[in-house]
T-cell receptor, first 110, second 112 residues
Framework: EDQVTQSPEALRLQEGESSSLNCSYT??????LFWYRQDPGKGPEFLFT???AGEEKEKERLKATLTKKESFLHITAPKPEDSATYLC???????????FGKGTRLSVIA | KAGVTQTPRYLIKTRGQQVTLSCSPI?????VSWYQQTPGQGLQFLFE???????NKGNFPGRFSGRQFSNSRSEMNVSTLELGDSALYLC???????????FGQGTRLTVV
């Protein structure tokens, strides 16, 4: 069965303390991997799409990378406003639904 | 550019009732997907519509149904509500289903 696992479940960082979130997947084939950010009570906000191993995408303090079995979301010098749940999802082939992990809840303390 | 709009934002219903939720996708997007989000199960796929046809369906009972109109707006219906249906229902639109999906703010359904 196709599966997406995110770790850790929760992460607490001091402001400025860089870290990484992990998303590992066991799928028969990967068309694309997606990262989203979700604030409490709101819908997920699209961050990145990665399609092939070795690909990297950056946006402000966030950088997403992809290997054949996992993706990392690196957060550099986080600020309290980066606190949110970060969701990872995979798409196996065109027109198939996204399969989501359960997310990493990030708290950044000033 | 307007985002994905879901209405209503909040609903309280009684067990046994039915409910209809609405989703207006981003202009030009033809694919609309629905998800149920609960604290224990995370985001679970309900169904996807593309050009008024259901293209994919998740593993939910037949009480959950949906449709899409010619203007790409979509509705989902839940009949005979159960307490376990309490959740955040999210709609996502994309141009074709193979590109990035953008989510609405969700409808928070509480069944009492």
């Amino acid at each position: 069965e196709d599966q997406v696992t995110q770790s850790p479940e929760a992460l607490r960082l001091q402001e400025g303390e860089s870290s990484s979130l992990n998303c590992s997947y066991t799928v028969s084939g990967l068309r694309g991997l997606f990262w989203y950010r979700q604030d409490p009570g709101k819908g997920p906000e699209f961050l990145f799409t990665l399609y092939s191993a070795g690909e990297e995408k950056e946006k402000e303090r966030l950088k997403a990378t992809l290997t054949k079995k996992e993706s990392f979301l690196h957060i550099t010098a986080p600020k309290p406003e980066d606190s949110a749940t970060y969701l990872c999802a995979v798409q196996i082939s065109g027109n198939t639904p996204l399969v989501f992990g359960k997310g990493t809840r990030l708290s950044v303390i000033a | 550019k307007a985002g994905v709009t879901q209405t209503p934002r909040y609903l309280i219903k009684t067990r046994g009732q039915q409910v209809t939720l609405s989703c207006s996708p981003i202009s030009g997007h033809r694919s609309v997907s629905w998800y149920q989000q609960t604290p224990g199960q995370g985001l679970q796929f309900l169904f996807e519509y593309f050009s008024e046809t259901q293209r994919n369906k998740g593993n939910f009972p037949g009480r959950f149904s949906g449709r899409q109109f010619s203007n790409s707006r979509s509705e989902m219906n839940v009949s005979t509500l159960e307490l376990g249906d309490s959740a955040l229902y999210l709609c996502a639109s994309s141009f074709s289903g193979t590109t990035e999906a953008f989510f609405g703010q969700g409808t928070r359904l509480t069944v009492v």
